[in-house]
């Protein structure tokens, strides 16, 4: 793949360049990392100012669409999900459930951040897979397992951007 630069504004309205040397896309987020980058980070499209080199190479409409987050529950929901706990439900199908899986993180917080991934409807993975969606990863991440999660196709995220995703639902 051939490199790709774009002006891109950030969730605090910063405009800063960008030079991906190793990246993917789909309809909603173009993910890679520059030439300094240990791990890929995830760029939204929309907020793209301008692309300044490599916009032949781009899918654009024709790029795979993106996951999508169940929306949070209601309080009435998680209360009868509470109630109905007490009787085993039936498991989602495979694809059906955005996964994700934390790593390189302290056991204390990985288990915080776990918490706010289940009550945001994410199926907690410990283990990357095919059907992974996100893995979330902090200081101390193996790169084994980040590869292993990009030949999945998932996006990788670091923990600001996981708590952006659950709290406004769309990629910082």
Not at 7 to 35: F, H, K, M, P
Request: aromatic share 8%; glycine share 8%; with cysteine.
């Amino acid at each position: 793949m051939t490199t790709i630069k774009f002006s891109y504004r950030d969730a605090r309205g910063d405009v800063s360049q960008r030079e991906l040397i190793q990246w993917s896309e789909n309809l909603t987020y173009i993910q890679g990392r520059s030439a300094g980058d240990s791990f890929p980070k995830t760029f939204r499209k929309d907020r793209i100012v301008e692309i300044l080199f490599g916009a032949e190479l781009l899918l654009n409409d024709a790029a795979p669409p993106a996951p999508t987050l169940l929306p949070k529950p209601r309080p009435a929901d998680v209360a009868v999900s509470v109630a109905a706990s007490h009787h085993p439900q039936p498991k989602a199908p495979p694809g059906g459930v955005n996964q994700i899986l934390f790593t390189g993180f302290a056991a204390e917080h990985r288990a915080e951040l776990e918490q706010k991934a289940l009550k945001s409807g994410l199926k907690v993975m410990s283990t990357p897979g095919k059907t992974l969606t996100f893995l979330c990863y902090g200081d101390n991440a193996g790169p084994t397992k980040v590869a292993k999660a990009q030949e999945a196709g998932a996006f990788i995220i670091d923990a600001e951007q996981f708590l952006s995703l659950v709290t406004t639902g769309e990629m910082p």
